[in-house]
């Protein structure tokens, strides 16, 4: 037989200005089942948690009801004191009479009667709660790191740092990402390359690192502390172990002609290459869709040469499943690329590039040598339009955000180009200058005022070829939209930063949500930026909005904090609101009939096949049985049993069809 | 086969030779253009600036009527007109009240039944298929294709081309044998809105459409428009002097073009009513 | 007579609407007081024949609102619950049930004007509509035949 306490509580005048309390109270007392009950001015403060605890004791509740606030609110703070009164934390349950009551409605009649129905029908509910015992699931202290760019970088040396085990797993041939592609860096100008490769090379030494490169993630199951991460380790046609990176197959290979993806297209590489000479880890592979041998059969000219017999053609991928506690997503981002620009040429002038293909230019270790060259005809441009917002801010692009770093980085671009080319002009169509963020605006200003950048607020309508020249016709918002043409040697468009290709594909795989420009979505935009919704995976860097380097760095720097702090325990607990399927022993008689049409409904993949066989083997029966370590408690497969087989515990078929009777049946009241 | 026909002020009046060349493309492959009955004008370039519910109402009752007489297929070759009967019956699809509004002031119910075709539409739809056999002489020359504004905006509506970089109508001159040139002004502003009113702008704006055209060594300019026409042709005199240059390039409508190809009339074209002569390069005249 | 004041159940989830309705409170936003709201983990777990239940234990008005799409905590629960009522909807309009009693809404955690608007709305409607008996008779009726025929 229930013995419910129903406790209500004024919230100081927060509910009992508009709700009678004391008649709530009385009112609850009269309900089946309900044995005592009273009201409170603070049920959260210290005197109200030690009241429910009293008389819990005192008169041996099976159940309590908090009519207070919300229970998103202190639904925690008082499952706690029902569990220090000895009452099992479940069998408390929360009416929500403030936020959803005496604060949207007046002082009325109505309104009194509205949390006399809440506390009835969260009353009926609890009689029928069941004692729950939180599910405790072990911990496995190794991070698996996605993506080897500055954010994958600094998540895994922190992570490593704190005594942890990380596999950090890059797509390409080396670790750096866009960073390592950058020349200077905003706002302090400081070389890229130089405060990036010691990280780089630190992430290659570390004893609790394991780098692999050339591979991608490619299955995820499990959950929080206990992942198992399936990993393509795709073939470099080499044997790391044998190569000593010395490069003699690098300069050898006869294929040069490869546009180098490093280099954004304006330099070229060989078919086994890396991709940069400070690659990490500095050993070549060989690109399958140009080389020789795999085109045509024949060549093998790096295998000739290598003095330590390393080469391998016939290796194939490797597929790899790793244990893991927690995953980093740090896969970054990508920019649009200037065909995505009809209006400024589709990409068919040469001298039209992108913000990347600048930093190649201006770098010392870019195809130019750090010259400022066309890429039409090597000439030094004398006239260079920087288009700021190329693409962002443009709800007709579909890409309604700020990329965020254009700003920033194209006053450094012109800045870059002003101290390599004195005599030339640089000019800037900007929308707004966005450059909140520490000497960011002082950076700026710089660029107007001691570099001479002639800054124009407008934006570009077109770009046509004539006569050798770009012409760049755009207007000029300050002068009263002013038509403004200029003759330009070469344009640089700084483009929309935009979500990894792939990202979304790796989402599903890992069951993050995405948001509508496929960057990654936090848990919570202030308070949980580096959590995603699927326990166990952070986030790092710009896979989930556009981010410059700090702003990634102190990302992954959260993440791999949370790792840390996960990892501090050896087994966790959760909520064991989950659903179960319901059998009636011995398990073949469960009523489930074995459809599984709950198995592609579940998000979690938590639905199993479970089979009853005879002892010859014949099987008899097969039904479906939920991983409680998977379930996340959603309830969708619940709903869609047509044997009403599944259930949720905490939500459960008999309490929710109760609430729904209690609320409305007369006779209950 | 009979296919709906709005002509519109223009296309009746100053650009007959726009509706000339259209009615005799027609004839060629057996089509009746058959106008809709009472039409009014479309309001356009005036009345969306002025009043909504009368820029809607003019376009709707071209509509309803067009729909009353059974036409299923309208050509509508005015790129002006064009325009402001999709976005009407755009804006009366989507909104329930609206429509039966408007359906009070005209008078007549509106359907949406109508599919509206643009001259490359129509083309596209109702000349294209046959054209390869039917070419007499191979229209053999470096062509502009000039879209102007309204033929391919706004996209959200018309949903015809690329807007920035449309492609049609070069699709179509390649196939009478032209070569289309890769030039800047595809859709830049002639200056239409004020062809009348103010006429350096006009030339400021036209000139440069045309001075891009001769620099990339077009024979002709194509056009679909006769707003863009009669700034590009009527205005000849303002651009040159604008240009402080005599150009003699030609503007000519897709019809025309296709027209010439297929070896109709050129005064059946109304290819003799132009302000600049349409005088194209002999080197052409002797493939024949 | 009073006033008709309709008896208006809202099913919720717990991540978006549940969060939004508090959001309402909050901000102290005023709404009628007909509602009742039952939370749910998500709107995914909401088995329609629970509406059918209110409907026989004699509700005039059905709110069904969940995390917008592609906003779902649970992934997707929303797209199935979405899913579910377009075909269950065809349902209750073919045996005579007023589909139109039945609201079907996203509401997120941010939304707390939007569900002052949705509940006070909802309100208006089911007003006009008046007061819906016709399901609990039905309800009943077969009740009763159950009971003599057991």
Redesign the interface.
Known sequence: MARIGVFVCHCGENISATVDCDRVAENASGLPGVVHSVDYKYMCSDPGQTLIKEAIKEHKLTGVVVAACSPRMHEPTFRKACAEAGLNPFLCEMANVREHCSWVHEKTESTTQKAKDVVRLLVEKVKRNEALQPIKVPVTKKAVVIGGGVAGIQASLDIANGGHQVLLVEREPSIGGHMSQLSETFPTLDCSQCILTPRMVEVAQHPNITLWSYSEVIGLDGFIGNFTVKIRKKAKSIDEHLCTGCGLCTQKCPVRKIPSEFEQGLGTRPAIYTPFPQAVPNKPVIDKLNCTYYLKGRCKLCERVCPTQAIRFDQPDEIVEVQAGAIVLATGYDIKRTDFFPEYGYGKYKDVIDGLQFERLASASGPTGGMIRRPSDGQIPKNIVFVACAGSRDPAKGIEYCSKICCMYTAKHAMLYKHKVHDGTPYVFYMDIRAAGKDYDEFTRRAIEVDRTKYIRGRVSRIYEKEGKLVVVGADTLLGGQKVEIEADMVVLATASVANPGSEELAQIVHVSYDRYKFFAEAHPKLKPVETNTAGIFLAGACQAPKDIPESVSAASGAAAKVLGLFANDELTREPLVAVVNRMAPPLFSTCIGCFLCQPVCPYNAIEREEFKTRDGKLLKAVARINPGLCQGCGTCVALCRSKSIDLYGYSNKQIYTEVSALLDEALV | MKIGFYPGCSVDGGSREYKESCRALAKAYGIELESVPDWNCCGASAAHNLNRELALALPARILSLAEKAGMTDLLVPCAACYNRLMLTQHELMKDETLRKNISEVTGLEFKGTCSILNVVHWIQKWILPELPEKIKKPFDYKVACYYGCLLVRPHKVLKFD?P??PQSLDEVMKLIGATPV????KT?CCGAGLSVSKTDVVADLSGKIVR?AV?RQADALIVACPMCHSNLDMRRREINGYLKQNVSLPVIYVTQAIGLALGIDRKELGLHRHFVPVNLPEKAEATK | MDQFEPKIVAFVCNWCTYAGADLTGTSRLKYAHNVRIIRFPCTGRIDFLLLQQAFAKGADGIIVSGCHPNDCHYTSGNFHARRRWMVFRQMLENMGVEAERIVFSWVSAAEGAKWADLVNETVESIKKLGPYHKYQDMAKSLEEWEVTHE
């Open positions: 690329r920035e970089d890769d030039w800047a002004f830049e891009d620099y």
